[in-house]
């Protein structure tokens, strides 16, 4: 009995190192998206180029084989209104392929109004999902955010107050 067991033992134990070893083979780097607070008027303000074109095209830039998640989705964007910065009328723009990874997903033959980084001059820009492209029947981009106030109350003496109540 004492065999059986010692046995059984080894084999539970051989099969835990394997699942172990089986983990460490199949998990992959986790990535994830984050994005910076704030509304399309800081998106404008943190973006080198806002203009609104139409996705004619998409490519897969293949990255290293050896290195996780770093193929990017290329978009062709007939570019036809710069709202800042001068991104050219026919315009690469670059994106991870992964949601996780912060790259967003364009429609061909769809507008977009595009919150852009990076040179433009050679052709090529970079977005994410954290950037504030969207459709362009949103309308064109908010240049700021809405000032952020809170409304005064008249006071008992005549004064006023930030519309907020009191605490006891």
């Given at each position: 009995m004492a065999v059986?067991?010692?046995?059984?033992?080894?084999?539970?134990?051989?099969?835990?190192?394997?699942?172990?070893?089986l983990v460490g083979v199949f998990v992959g780097t986790a990535s994830a998206c984050s994005c910076v607070p704030g509304g399309e008027g800081a998106k404008y303000a943190r973006a080198t180029h806002v203009f609104t074109g139409v996705v004619v095209g998409r490519v897969?830039?293949?990255?290293?084989?050896?290195?996780?998640?770093d193929d990017k989705y290329r978009y062709l964007v007939l570019?036809?209104?710069?709202?800042?910065?001068?991104?050219?009328?026919l315009v690469g723009v670059d994106t991870a392929i992964s949601g996780a990874t912060c790259g967003i997903e364009l429609s061909v033959w769809s507008s977009y109004v595009v919150f852009a980084q990076g040179d433009a001059?050679?052709?090529v820009v970079e977005t994410t999902l954290c950037?504030?492209?969207?459709?362009?029947?949103?309308?064109p981009p908010v240049t700021e955010e809405p000032?952020?106030?809170?409304?005064?109350?008249?006071?008992?003496?005549?004064?006023?107050?930030?519309a907020c109540p009191l605490v006891a």
């Open positions: 059986l067991r010692s046995r059984f033992a080894r084999v539970l134990a051989v099969i835990g190192l394997a699942a172990a070893m897969v830039l293949s990255g290293n084989p050896d290195t996780a998640h570019n036809y209104r710069n709202h800042k910065g001068s991104a050219p009328a001059s050679d052709g950037s504030g492209t969207r459709l362009a029947s949103g309308g000032p952020t106030t809170t409304t005064p109350r008249p006071t008992a003496l005549g004064g006023s107050s930030p």
